[in-house]
Structure formats: C-alpha cells, structure tokens
C-alpha cells in the first residue's frame, strides 16, 4: 500500500531502460511519410556517405603519388650496382644504331647496265620505315646526273610507310661517262593541294659500284637536298570527265615557280590521239609575273571508247629576253603517263562527274616529246610552176 502504480499508456520515466529502444519508432512515428519514401532518402544517404569515402581514398592516393619522386622507384644503392656491374662494354644493337643515325628510312634498289646498249636499268623495288608527319602517301622519283632532264616517278602509294614500287625505269649513260655518273633517288609525300613533302634521298655514284653484274641491296636513305637545279616551274589544273555525254573539261588554274626573267606566259591545252595531235587550245597571255593566275576552263568531246587512247599534254609557253615565245615546259596526262600524272588521270576516271585538282611539276618540252612518240604530220609537196 503507498507505492504508485503505473498506469498504461502514461510515458516512461528517465530512469527506466525502456527509452533507448523506443527513440527511433518514436521519430519514424512523429514523421508523417509514407514508408517508400523514407526507404528511398536512407538508400540516398548510404549512397552519399559512401561516394564521399570513394573520392577522400582517391584524394589520398594522388596526394602521395605526387609527393613520390619519378626517380624514387628506380633507385639503386651504390652496394648493389657494385655487385652487377662488369667491366666488358656492351654492344648496341646495329638496328638501333642505324635507327638513330639514320630517321630517314631505307630504300631497296636494284642495278643493271647494257654495254652494248649503253642503257643504265634502275629498279625501284621497295622502301621502308619511311617518317613524315601524318600520313604517308609516298612515290619516289629516280634520275641520272648525265641527264638532267629525264627522270622517272612512280606511282603514288596511300597510307603506308614500307610502299612496294617494284618499277624498272631506263637511262641512256654512255660507257666513257659512267663512271664520275651518279644515280639519285627522291622520295617525297604526296600532296595534293601544297607542296610535296621530302622523306629522304639516295645519291649513288656509280664509279664506285661492279656493274657488270645485277646489284641488289639495301641503301640508307639522307636527308633530302634542299633545291632541285632540274625544276622549271609547276602547273595547277582541274580535269573533269562525263562518260554520259562525253564531255573532258580541262581548267588552267595557275602556275607557279616560273623565271621571273620572263615577259609573259601563257598554257597551250593539247589532245592527241593515237599519237596524233587532234584538238588545241590555248589561254591567255599574264605578263609581269613568275606565278600567273589563269583560270580558264577548256571543253572537249572525246567518247568513252576514245577516252583510253587521248593524251592531254599542258605547255606552259613564255616570252624570253630574245623576244620569242618558247615553251618552258609540259606536262603528260594520260593512261600512258607515270607518276603523279597517271595518278590524276586515274582520279578522274574514278570519280567521274567531279572535278579534280592537283598540282604537276613541268617536265622537259624534250622528254614529254618523247614520251609521245608523236608522228609528224603529212607535208604536201608544194607544186613546181
């Protein structure tokens, strides 16, 4: 009698353990939310509280990767180096030496003379490790130093540092002049709209070489020669050709690195089948400038069974300091044509109906003349009165 009695329902005093287990559902019943969204806000701050831990961890590994030096991981004590050395030199490897001697590349070329023809035969069998800066679109042009105004270009090769030319090209070198001759080997990256960049160059004097067998071998490749004396000038045209209609459209664009000694200039546009002149036509004269801006566009109508058999020769013709006109050089363009030449024909066969552009070094009036073979054409006799 005396003691309280507790009644039920009235709250716990502080004295009793039974206020600890009751304070969280206490909290969660005072909380007017439904169930599901108290389970979606502790998933939330789980995630939070544990991406926090993630980025405090990663912020320690980089604090101390950055307090280690680069040298500390490599670093031997003096005992131990001791102990592995040897006093006998170590030999590099010739690759490695070759590749830090020589950035330049490598170059196989073959060699055969004709004594009795007179006829020197380079062949331009392979390249490799070619460098340049992006990508290599590589052809090399080959020439003798008895004959300046002869050489011989390859086709182009697309995205490849090791191309494969496997051409023969043919050089007259008389016996007397062989031996203070030299071969000279240009490798350069093609580029169609700038100029060509030089990827190395192989000078071969052939006194020093035995010719009178087949010589095949590898040749480190130098530095490329910083001018060429044998350039005359370089020619931009456009060729544009619809089998539909038959319609081959020639635009003379401009031409540049001519002798600025000339008066004026003008490109005389030729088409020649089967050896034949067929079809001229010429621009407009510049005066006053080594590189002349033309452009002009030239029509013909040559049928797609024909296409194969034209030749289109460009001649840049000039007025020298003796008052007449002269040409200064051509250039080739057809399926018999090599190097970049044959390249642009082939591009615009291929993409018919677009015009295509690029630049062409001029050759040699001589050599182009040559290459032709053209007929002379047929000379009536003039009548005796």
């Known amino acids: 009698m005396g003691q309280p009695t507790e009644t039920p ?87 490695d ?30 390249a ?3 460098k340049a800066a992006g990508t290599v679109d590589c052809y090399a ?26 051409e023969t090209c043919c050089f007259h070198v008389p016996r007397a002049e062989l031996p203070r001759a030299s071969v000279r080997v240009q490798l350069f990256n093609f580029r169609r709209f700038s100029e060509h960049e030089p990827l190395g160059e192989l000078l071969l004097p052939l006194g020093s070489e035995d010719l009178q067998h087949v010589l095949e071998r590898w040749h480190q490749l130098g530095p490329p020669g910083s001018a060429e004396p044998e350039q005359v000038g370089e020619l931009c045209c456009s060729l544009r050709y619809v089998p539909g209609s038959g319609q081959l459209t020639v635009v003379v664009l401009e031409a540049r690195g001519l002798s600025p000694a000339l008066a004026e200039s003008f490109v005389k ?45 460009l001649a840049v013709w000039a007025r020298g300091p003796q008052a007449r006109m002269e040409p200064v050089g051509k250039v080739l363009l057809s399926a018999r044509a090599s190097g970049q030449p044959l390249q642009h024909w082939a591009d615009m066969l291929a993409h018919a109906r677009r015009p295509v552009a690029q630049w062409h070094r001029l050759q ?22």
């Open 141 to 166: 042009r080959a020439s003798v130093s008895t004959q300046p105004g002869h050489r011989h270009e390859t086709r182009v090769h697309h995205d490849t540092p090791c191309p494969v030319f496997d």
């Open 269 to 313: 546009v030729q088409l020649v089948l089967n050896r034949r002149k067929w079809k001229r036509r010429k621009t407009s004269a510049r005066s006053g400038t080594a590189a002349p801006y033309f452009n002009e566009a030239f029509s013909f109508p040559v049928p797609l069974s024909q296409i194969q058999s034209v030749d289109l020769v």
């Open 9 to 95: 329902g009235a709250p716990a005093t502080a004295g009793t353990t039974t206020a600890l287990p009751g304070l969280i559902p206490d909290l969660v019943s005072r909380i007017h939310w439904p169930r599901w969204a108290l389970v979606v806000l502790a998933l939330a701050a789980g995630a939070l509280v544990l991406s926090c831990i993630v980025c405090a961890v990663c912020c320690c590994r980089r604090r101390q990767r950055r307090r280690k030096k680069p040298g500390d991981k490599e670093a031997v004590g003096l005992g131990s180096a001791r102990s592995t050395t040897t006093t006998h030199p170590v030999q590099p490897e010739v690759d």
């Open 97 to 126: 030496l070759e590749s830090g001697l020589q950035p330049w590349g490598r170059l196989q070329l073959s060699l055969e003379y004709d004594p009795a023809a007179q006829e020197l035969k380079v062949g331009l069998r392979q």
């Open 128 to 130: 490799a490790a070619l």
């Open 364 to 385: 040699p009036a001589r050599e182009v003349d040559r290459a032709l073979g053209l007929q002379p054409r047929l000379r009536l006799p003039v009548p005796h009165f």
